[in-house]
């Protein structure tokens, strides 16, 4: 070790409300550094959700800086690397999992090479695929237009087109390349001694862009080195699918551009960044609407079609059929069809076809209702509407069992409700530790099995749903392999941190890390978010209509009319969660603003129940949850 340092790694984690993710990360940590002369630096940008109290209670040795606002990544990293006496620098994200020979693997590297500047490593999401981040070329121009407009994504293992992420080099041997990711960089003291900190002008992305830039511009070489591996979950904040990181990445480019990049390259670049994030915005939204309606457009096409045949049948009977139901009777009773099997479910995937027919049976029953308080001259035949139902029933078993067989993919049936879960383990005690997270956080589950690690590869793993390690049982050098070399797109991987009660993995490379702890998911799945709108918008427009009567029952007429219409508007909801609840359980998932909230079906003011109030309002969300509470408040819809 360099006798000017005192420590051989510094290792420096900025933290912002991902507590959990955190915990795992600085337990990966500590094993990493048993065998090192090492000091941990946790930033944390003024988090809500307890990361400071559990680093306390459970990381005391680690240095912990509390900042009283979000200064950003690179300034927070930057307070750090300043009180920092390491040899090594490492730049680590949060929602990271290292091997416990990372460090010494990417340590023993840059000792041996000299003019190494900066390393990072071979990453991996939380199902055990490559993460082409790890290694990247600098945003040029031709580099940055091939990367915005797509065809770096076309021709992925092109030398020219795929420059972003340098797509023609394997990603299982070492590289000298550009620009590494900051989820992982090491960089040498003495090399930031002479580059400088992180330019605080990047409050998230492009600092390592920019890090890497600088340290070439040095004479360093940057490397990419797949002798080791590391998780990245990946926050929200950086989902691909998500505006904001296009908005917010594009930007940290331009930032890049005009700081490095002579003057008449700055322009073109900076011109072809804003038409590209327009051109992707549009683009984006685009998608969306093909994606959410070609299937039900198509199946009311079909339906259509089909109810247009069945008045063959009163043809062949000489029964002349009335042309208004032609012209608008059949459109109707098809829309009807379609909304309700939506807002059943019938088109979350994976697709359900029990769900298709309950919704048709509701529709089939909301146009009875319908039929029956038109005039005598306006009705034609029950009839129709019966062999109309059983038509749609049909036309959905028919698609949908030609989408599960010949199209497959995003459109096979889900043929079971429960899910199967593996854990692999060794000890008994351990194993129903896990099981018991299992059973508390998921609903439906058919099947817990045990797996030893011995047994593993002799295992049918792809005939799981999700497969659980235990950190305690197994290395997490050993649970990335094993992530890495079964790849299963229908299996998710989760992981059971030693003596917690909360699992964490990751479904796919486009979504945020998740993690069982409670399932609070329910209030916000699809289906439970179309009822509680559905709700919504039917209360409000009955209370809207009978204003005049229940008005004189409030105080302020002005403010209940006024909450009224912003729900019927889709802008609040009748119950939600305020806002002090969001800043201090981060847990709890987002939906509208309530004029109503949980604890409003008691009478109560400690904040422990209150708390707990909200969590099973999340937990166990119903519409009747929602009834009940207005029953015992609809006294303060006024407020």
């Given at each position: 070790m360099n006798l000017k340092y005192r420590y051989k790694i510094s290792i420096v984690i900025v933290n912002y409300n991902v507590e959990f993710f955190l915990n795992q990360c600085l337990s990966s940590v500590q094993k990493a550094i048993k065998d090192l002369s090492a000091e941990v630096f946790i930033v944390d940008n003024k988090s809500m959700d307890g990361s400071v109290k559990m680093i306390k209670k459970k990381y005391p040795k680690f240095n912990l800086i509390e900042n009283k606002k979000n200064v950003g990544f690179s300034k927070a990293n930057n307070q750090a690397i300043k009180l920092a006496n390491g040899e090594y620098i490492l730049l680590l994200n949060p929602d990271t999992v290292i091997e416990e020979d990372t460090l010494i693997k990417t340590i023993d590297f840059m000792d041996k090479k000299p003019r190494s500047g900066a390393v990072g490593v071979k990453m991996i999401d939380g199902k055990g695929n490559f993460l082409p981040e790890s290694k990247r070329s600098f945003p040029k121009p031709s580099v940055a237009f091939y990367k915005i407009f797509g065809l770096s994504s076309l021709f992925p293992k092109s030398r020219k087109f795929g420059q972003y992420h340098l797509g023609h080099l394997s990603e299982f041997k070492n590289h000298e390349v550009d620009v590494l990711s900051g989820a992982f960089m090491l960089i040498r003291k003495r090399t930031i001694e002479k580059v400088g900190l992180l330019d605080e002008m990047f409050f998230m992305y492009g600092e390592d862009i920019d890090m890497s830039y600088r340290i070439k511009l040095k004479g360093y070489k940057n490397y990419y080195i797949s002798d080791t591996k590391i998780i990245h979950y990946k926050g929200e904040s950086t989902k691909k699918s998500s505006v904001n990181y296009v908005f917010v990445f594009y930007r940290a480019m331009i930032i890049f551009a005009k700081k490095h990049m002579p003057n008449k390259n700055v322009f073109f670049l900076n011109l072809s960044i804003n038409l590209a994030i327009y051109f992707r915005a549009f683009i984006a939204v685009l998608k969306r609407i093909i994606k959410l309606s070609f299937l039900p457009i198509i199946d009311c096409l079909y339906i259509i079609f089909g109810l247009y045949l069945l008045t063959n049948y009163w043809k062949i009977s000489n029964i002349e059929f009335p042309?208004?139901?032609?012209?608008?009777?059949?459109?109707?009773?098809?829309?009807?069809?379609?909304?309700?099997?939506?807002?059943?479910?019938?088109?979350?995937?994976?697709?359900?076809?029990?769900?298709?027919?309950?919704?048709?049976?509701?529709?089939?029953?909301?146009?009875?209702?319908?039929?029956?308080?038109?005039?005598?001259?306006?009705?034609?035949?029950?009839?129709?509407?019966?062999?109309?139902?059983?038509?749609?029933?049909?036309?959905?078993?028919?698609?949908?069992?030609?989408?599960?067989?010949?199209?497959?993919?995003?459109?096979?049936?889900?043929?079971?409700?429960?899910?199967?879960?593996?854990?692999?383990?060794?000890?008994?005690?351990?194993y129903n530790r896990i099981k018991d997270i299992i059973k508390k956080t998921n609903t439906n589950i058919s099947i817990i099995d045990k797996i030893e690690l011995e047994l593993f590869f002799n295992t049918k793993n792809n005939s799981y749903d999700e497969i659980i390690f235990s950190s305690k049982n197994i290395s997490y050098k050993k649970i990335i392999e094993l992530m890495s070399l079964c790849k299963f797109k229908h299996v998710d991987y989760k992981i059971a941190p030693e003596s917690e009660n909360f699992l964490i993995g990751s479904n796919s490379i486009d979504t945020g890390g998740d993690l069982y702890l409670l399932n609070l998911n329910i209030l916000t799945s699809k289906e439970n978010k179309r009822k509680k709108r559905l709700f919504d918008l039917l209360l409000s427009l009955t209370a809207i209509i009978i204003s005049p009567f229940i008005l004189w029952f409030y105080k302020n007429k002005k403010i209940y009319f006024e909450n009224m219409i912003m729900i019927f508007l889709g802008r609040l909801s009748f119950v939600g969660f305020s806002e002090k609840i969001y800043k201090k359980d981060v847990r709890i998932p987002k939906i509208k603003p309530g004029i109503l909230y949980p604890e409003n079906i008691i009478s109560v003011t400690n904040n422990s129940i209150i708390e707990k109030l909200n969590l099973l309002y999340a937990r166990d969300y119903s519409v009747k949850k929602d009834i009940s509470i207005l029953i015992k408040g609809w006294k303060k819809l006024d407020k």
């Amino acid at each position: 070790m360099n006798l000017k340092y005192r420590y051989k790694i510094s290792i420096v984690i900025v933290n912002y409300n991902v507590e959990f993710f955190l915990n795992q990360c600085l337990s990966s940590v500590q094993k990493a550094i048993k065998d090192l002369s090492a000091e941990v630096f946790i930033v944390d940008n003024k988090s809500m959700d307890g990361s400071v109290k559990m680093i306390k209670k459970k990381y005391p040795k680690f240095n912990l800086i509390e900042n009283k606002k979000n200064v950003g990544f690179s300034k927070a990293n930057n307070q750090a690397i300043k009180l920092a006496n390491g040899e090594y620098i490492l730049l680590l994200n949060p929602d990271t999992v290292i091997e416990e020979d990372t460090l010494i693997k990417t340590i023993d590297f840059m000792d041996k090479k000299p003019r190494s500047g900066a390393v990072g490593v071979k990453m991996i999401d939380g199902k055990g695929n490559f993460l082409p981040e790890s290694k990247r070329s600098f945003p040029k121009p031709s580099v940055a237009f091939y990367k915005i407009f797509g065809l770096s994504s076309l021709f992925p293992k092109s030398r020219k087109f795929g420059q972003y992420h340098l797509g023609h080099l394997s990603e299982f041997k070492n590289h000298e390349v550009d620009v590494l990711s900051g989820a992982f960089m090491l960089i040498r003291k003495r090399t930031i001694e002479k580059v400088g900190l992180l330019d605080e002008m990047f409050f998230m992305y492009g600092e390592d862009i920019d890090m890497s830039y600088r340290i070439k511009l040095k004479g360093y070489k940057n490397y990419y080195i797949s002798d080791t591996k590391i998780i990245h979950y990946k926050g929200e904040s950086t989902k691909k699918s998500s505006v904001n990181y296009v908005f917010v990445f594009y930007r940290a480019m331009i930032i890049f551009a005009k700081k490095h990049m002579p003057n008449k390259n700055v322009f073109f670049l900076n011109l072809s960044i804003n038409l590209a994030i327009y051109f992707r915005a549009f683009i984006a939204v685009l998608k969306r609407i093909i994606k959410l309606s070609f299937l039900p457009i198509i199946d009311c096409l079909y339906i259509i079609f089909g109810l247009y045949l069945l008045t063959n049948y009163w043809k062949i009977s000489n029964i002349e059929f009335p042309i208004n139901l032609i012209k608008y009777s059949i459109p109707i009773y098809s829309l009807i069809w379609i909304y309700t099997i939506y807002f059943k479910g019938g088109y979350d995937y994976p697709l359900k076809i029990f769900k298709t027919i309950k919704g048709t049976l509701i529709g089939t029953i909301i146009i009875l209702i319908f039929y029956a308080v038109l005039p005598k001259n306006l009705q034609f035949s029950r009839l129709f509407i019966f062999l109309g139902s059983l038509w749609v029933i049909s036309y959905y078993l028919i698609s949908r069992a030609f989408l599960h067989f010949i199209v497959g993919k995003k459109y096979k049936l889900q043929i079971k409700e429960s899910k199967s879960f593996a854990i692999v383990c060794s000890e008994d005690k351990e194993y129903n530790r896990i099981k018991d997270i299992i059973k508390k956080t998921n609903t439906n589950i058919s099947i817990i099995d045990k797996i030893e690690l011995e047994l593993f590869f002799n295992t049918k793993n792809n005939s799981y749903d999700e497969i659980i390690f235990s950190s305690k049982n197994i290395s997490y050098k050993k649970i990335i392999e094993l992530m890495s070399l079964c790849k299963f797109k229908h299996v998710d991987y989760k992981i059971a941190p030693e003596s917690e009660n909360f699992l964490i993995g990751s479904n796919s490379i486009d979504t945020g890390g998740d993690l069982y702890l409670l399932n609070l998911n329910i209030l916000t799945s699809k289906e439970n978010k179309r009822k509680k709108r559905l709700f919504d918008l039917l209360l409000s427009l009955t209370a809207i209509i009978i204003s005049p009567f229940i008005l004189w029952f409030y105080k302020n007429k002005k403010i209940y009319f006024e909450n009224m219409i912003m729900i019927f508007l889709g802008r609040l909801s009748f119950v939600g969660f305020s806002e002090k609840i969001y800043k201090k359980d981060v847990r709890i998932p987002k939906i509208k603003p309530g004029i109503l909230y949980p604890e409003n079906i008691i009478s109560v003011t400690n904040n422990s129940i209150i708390e707990k109030l909200n969590l099973l309002y999340a937990r166990d969300y119903s519409v009747k949850k929602d009834i009940s509470i207005l029953i015992k408040g609809w006294k303060k819809l006024d407020k």
